[in-house]
C-alpha cells in the first residue's frame, strides 16, 4: 500500500506543475491580447504611452481563478471615450546643413553660439582651420548646433540671416512617430508581461516552475531594458533639431595683370615669392641628399684626399730624382 500512495503522491505533484505552467500560458496570452488594444494617448512634446483596457484585468482573474466576472462597460460608453482621445503629436527629426559667407568668421562663431543658447541648445562641435586658395590664407570654420524643435524655424532664420551670402541650403525631415507607436506598444505588452510572470512566482512554490519563471523574467526584463533605450533615443532626437553650417569669408577678386589695374608691385611680390619658393626647394633638395647619401660623400672625400697625396708624392719624386751629365 505504501508504494502506490507515493506513486499517487508524485502524480498529484506532476498534474500540479503541469497545471501552473497551462495557467501561465493562458494569462499571457490573454494580458498580451488586451494590451494590443491599448488606447495611445498624447502629451506635450511626445506621445504619450498607451493604458491598457479595462476589460484585461477581468479577463485574467476569470482564466487563473476560475472565476467568471462581468464588465459594466457598454458599447457606447468604450465608443465614446475613444473618441474623446487627442490626436496624436506628430514625432519629426529636422536637419539643415547651411554653407554660408560671412564678413568675420570669428564673430560669426560667437554670434551662433548666443543663438543656439537663446533658442534652448548649445554648440554641439566648433573646428575652425586656417585654408589656402589662390595665393591667400583664410579662416573658414565648420560648426554644429542643436536647437529646440519648436524653435528650429526661428533659428534656421536668424543663422541666414548673418550671412552676406548663403551659397547652399539642405533640409531634411523625419517622421519618427509610427516607429514610436511600435516601440511604445512592444513596451507596454513586455510590462504586462512581467508584471503577470511576478504575480505566477508568487503563487507558485515549485522549484522547477520558479526557475522558469526566472528565466522567463530575466529575458523580458532584457528586451524592456531595450526598448526603453530606443524609446529614450527618440525623444532626443525629436526634442532637439540638428543644424550643421560651413562658414567662409567672401572670396576676393583677384586683378588681371594685363587688365587696366596692372600693378606692377604685386607682379614683383609674385617674383620675389616664387624665387624663395625655388631657393627653398633647392636647399631642401641638397639636404636631402647629404642626409641619404652622406656615406658616398665620405667615400669621395676620401678618394679625393689620397688623390692629391699620391700627386703630391710624384711631384717630389720628380723633383729630387737624377740629373743627367752634359
Known amino acids: 500500500m505504501g508504494a502506490p500512495f507515493g506513486q499517487q503522491i508524485l502524480s498529484l505533484r506532476r498534474s500540479r506543475s503541469v497545471a501552473l505552467l497551462f495557467v501561465a500560458s493562458l494569462v499571457l496570452s490573454v494580458v498580451l491580447a488586451a494590451c494590443g488594444e491599448a488606447a495611445v494617448k498624447s502629451s506635450p512634446g511626445v506621445p504619450a504611452r498607451s493604458a491598457i483596457a479595462p476589460a484585461a484585468a477581468p479577463a485574467a482573474q476569470q482564466s487563473a481563478g476560475g472565476a467568471s466576472t ?18 496624436i503629436s506628430r514625432m519629426v527629426v529636422h536637419n539643415a546643413q547651411l554653407s554660408l559667407q560671412v564678413p568675420d ?10 543663438i543656439a543658447q537663446s533658442h534652448g541648445g548649445y554648440v554641439s562641435t566648433e573646428h575652425a582651420y586656417a585654408s589656402q586658395s589662390d595665393d591667400q590664407t583664410r579662416t573658414v570654420a ?8 519648436d524653435e528650429y524655424d526661428q533659428a534656421l532664420g536668424q543663422l ?17 512617430t509610427q516607429q514610436y507607436i511600435d516601440v511604445d506598444a512592444n513596451l507596454r505588452n513586455l510590462q504586462a508581461s512581467e508584471s503577470a510572470i511576478l504575480k505566477l512566482m508568487n503563487q507558485t512554490t515549485n522549484i522547477n516552475d520558479i526557475l522558469t519563471l526566472q528565466r522567463e523574467l530575466t529575458n523580458v526584463r532584457g528586451q524592456i531594458q531595450r526598448l526603453q533605450a530606443q524609446e529614450q533615443y527618440l525623444e532626443r ?17 583677384q586683378s588681371s595683370p594685363l587688365g587696366p589695374f596692372w600693378d606692377p608691385l604685386a607682379t614683383l611680390a609674385r617674383g620675389w615669392h616664387d ?50 751629365p752634359s
Open 70 to 87: 462581468e464588465t459594466n462597460a457598454s458599447p457606447s460608453s468604450s465608443q465614446s471615450s475613444t473618441e474623446q482621445l487627442p490626436p
Open 142 to 149: 565648420d560648426v554644429t548646433i542643436r536647437v529646440r524643435a
Open 237 to 253: 532626437q525629436t526634442s532637439l533639431s540638428t543644424i550643421t553650417m560651413h562658414l567662409e569669408p567672401p572670396a576676393v577678386a
Open 105 to 114: 568668421v570669428n564673430q560669426a562663431l560667437a554670434r551662433i553660439s548666443d
Open 275 to 324: 624665387s624663395l619658393t625655388v631657393l627653398r626647394v633647392l636647399v631642401d633638395a641638397l639636404l636631402y641628399v647629404a642626409s641619404a647619401f652622406w656615406w658616398a660623400i665620405i667615400l669621395a672625400g676620401a678618394g679625393i684626399y689620397f688623390e692629391r697625396k699620391r700627386r703630391q708624392a710624384r711631384r717630389a719624386a720628380v723633383g729630387v730624382g737624377p740629373t743627367n
Open 160 to 176: 541666414r540671416g548673418l550671412a552676406t551670402k548663403v551659397v547652399s541650403v539642405d533640409e531634411t525631415s523625419d517622421d519618427v
